[in-house]
């Protein structure tokens, strides 16, 4: 990599570097690559004169960090648990941001410099500018001029454009979730941090609305860390930055905007698991929805919403609360309005207070949580999945679903499809109910969203939006199926190609409806032949299991990984989701999220459920898609669609 390489693409360079020494020195990535953006972010000005970093060197101990220790002077103490050096919501700042010390850990010896992983967290001299001034001098950590931008409120900023885009300007929002070293992960708390990863940047760009939007101009990436850790740990932070030796349910900690830098690091959000489930069960609702009302009032604390700072602030702060609640669709009071609720102590945040909220796993009448019942009486637009949910285990559309579609359509609602399949795919499947062409559920000019949001289809057949694979990515994942003789397809755009033949790739077409493969003798024919939207890996779930966390690997700060089936592994371009299509397609036709309802059962539909107004889930879905879903339905063999469309629509 050249030593002129605009900051961006250094940036993702950096990372892939840091990503394989992680792998090497057996340090979790994650963290690597927060040090690594918190040093490059702080370092932009001197980028440009970095030495080439020997990004093909990744033994520990040959030099291959020497280049990014010169990105900030910043010194990190290792620890086991973060230090965290951020500033928490609170009048008090710390007067010491960081002490040197001498990292001791055989597992990361050549990365002493700048430890700061085992869960740490972003461990950064920054603070925000709505601060107050007098608490106490901040020393100068970095060695080159920079300006402190904080977001303001006011305005209006469009979220229209992309899933997991904060606006018109193509933001991407990247969301990572920890938990504390000494927790146990149990069933629950696993897919509560899968809920939480998918719904935080949806949450993000939620609360962005209210934020002026020319504040995002030049901004590529926003960045927000969640870490769930245990009232100990919660406690020594507060000791530490707050002088206050108790525990509390969340801390906020701001990062710096540095102008000029396309990634932004809105902060970190540490919330206690132990105060959270206390919360929980005296307030009447789920875990879940606790740590959803506890991140949400620590969002907007790092979005400089302060109610300490007055009573006006407080109750402007409680006011966002309960609109982003609700805009979610999350059940529960905001944190603010709670403690108002609970009975007069001099620390209200930190006893639990009861309150009236329903318990999130119990249904209303009309089969929606309670909290979310909302009326849906203006569906106009409906977006079905396809594989496990319009198509029943045998991959068929039933007759009863069909007729459920149709008289869907002439109810007047739209119906599209939003499906991980190729185009000719999905009109196959219809076309055996007579729901394929004009007037039917899709077509060559019906809109629809197609390849897990990579092709999207507008009105009259219009591209909407597109999206390829990284060529290199292409290569590698080729080579990795040539050698170990797993089915690998291509998809571009209507066709599908591969290099050999194999009997998965035949089902692919024959049992899925997929375009019959094209054999390339190279990868170089391949590609040359058409570029390449996604790539998908076909076997059994015995041997697609451990694929996965090996390709997030490969592929980290460059794709994304996802699954609609057990048996199958889909690569997609870096930010891509069936989300992001399905909240392209409703800008398109303009309809907004309480005309929208989406009925889906896999890992891949969770984001598409959350943007809905109506999120319906089947009863044969993935547990994290079922609990973040305002309705459930029978499963695809049951005819759950149909269930839906009766229930919701043709009911109403």
Known sequence: MA?????????RESLQLLGRAARTVRVPGGELERTLLRMASRAAPAL??????????????????????????????????LQNAGI??????????????????????SLQTFSAHHRAFHSS??????????????????????????????????????????SALDVNIQATVLVEETVDIDDELDAIMEDLETSTPLLVQEALSNIDATEFEGVENLWLSVLLCTDNHIQSSNKKWRGE????????????????????????????????RRQAAERGHSLLDELRILLVHGLLHLLDYDHEASAEEEVAMAAEEQRILEAMGWTGKGLIEAMSAAPSTPEPRDRPAETSAPSSPTRAENGLRPGRAREYLDIKVLFLDMDGTLLNSATRLSKKTADACRAALARGVKLCIATGKARPAAIDACSVQGLSGPGGVVSTSSPGVFLQGLNVYGEEGVIVHSQVLEEAIIREAFAFSVENRIALAGFSGDRCVTLFEHPLIDKLHTTYYEPKAEIFPSVDALLASAPINKLLFYDTPATIHPMRSLWEERVFGKANITQAVPEMLEILPFGASKGDGVRRLMAHLEVSRDQVMAVG????????????????????????????????????????????????????
């Open 245 to 276: 030796d108790k525990p509390t349910d969340v801390l906020s900690f701001p990062q710096e905007w540095i102008e000029g830098i396309p990634e932004v690091l809105l902060g970190d959000v540490v919330i206690s698991l132990d105060t959270a």
């Open 88 to 109: 928490p919501h609170s009048k008090t700042q710390p007067t010491a941001r960081f002490q040197s010390g001498a990292a001791s850990c055989p597992s990361c010896r």
């Open 3 to 11: 030593a002129t390489a605009p900051p961006s693409a250094m940036l």
């Open 125 to 166: 001299p920054s603070y925000g500018a709505r601060h107050k001034a007098g608490a106490g001098s901040q020393p100068a950590p970095l060695d080159f001029n920079r300006t402190a931008k904080r977001l303001s409120r006011g305005g209006q900023v469009t979220t229209s454009a992309v899933a997991g885009s904060a």
């Open 601 to 652: 059962d896999g890992e891949n539909d969770l984001e598409m459920l959350q943007i809905a107004g109506l999120g319906v889930a089947m009863a044969n879905g993935a547990p994290v898609t079922l609990e973040a879903a305002h309705a459930h339905v029978g499963s695809n063999d049951e005819d759950g669609v149909a269930e839906a469309i009766e229930r919701f629509i043709l009911s109403q």
């Open 48 to 81: 440009q004169r970095l030495p080439t970093i020997p990004v093909t060197d990744t033994k520990a101990g040959a030099g291959i960090l020497d280049p990014l220790r010169n990105l900030s002077p910043v010194s990190f103490q290792h620890k086991t648990m």
